[in-house]
């Protein structure tokens, strides 16, 4: 998720900018805080993996949620499912190159520890992950609704989804990521390694 310097100046962040100079040195300014921000510097960068997630992705997904439209659910649960393969990444300092399932399934076994199996979430992998970002839509055993009791529930043959309650979850996932990278050293110490702007 992280955004390469160029010599010309980019968004790397909304309200975050940022450019190479002719030597090459990174330059990143905040816009919205006025200050510079270095980014080699792991709390920097942090900073800008926070707004960036929340920014670009979660607050609109859940501006989506507020309007009681029935038609943005799909976009809601895209952005949903695209936010845990990249947490993934981050925990781990491992890029999901050839191993997406693995890192979904994984994300999803954080999220909801002991609630589903193994195969109930690689089969949530295929029909709403693989279905939105290979097909376009969701494949048939998806059904998605804001008014189901639970964020995500296997019943019979189909996949109730959710969008608002997943979004919420993974809301209060990313806020633990959060602080977990504030406080605890080898989180930040895998997250540094692996997220860079340079």
Known sequence: MSKKLRKD????????????????????????????????NVNHKIEIYERQVKDWFLIPATNLIKYKNRNKGFIVLMICLSYLEG????????????????????????????????????????????????NGMVRGKIIINNSFQRSIEFVRSDIRVSPSKFLEDIKSDFESYLQELRTNQQSRNTFDGMYSNV
């Open 87 to 134: 947490i993934e990444q981050y925990r781990r300092g491992q890029n999901s190159n050839g191993n997406s399932r693995r890192f979904f399934v994984s994300a999803m076994e954080r999220l909801y520890p002991n609630q589903f199996q193994k195969c109930q979430l690689e089969d949530f992998y295929s029909e709403a992950r693989c279905g939105l970002f290979h």
């Open 9 to 40: 100046p980019i968004n790397i962040a909304p309200e975050i900018v940022g450019w190479l100079d002719e030597n090459d040195d990174p330059h990143v300014f905040d816009n919205r805080n006025g200050r510079q921000l270095d980014p080699r």
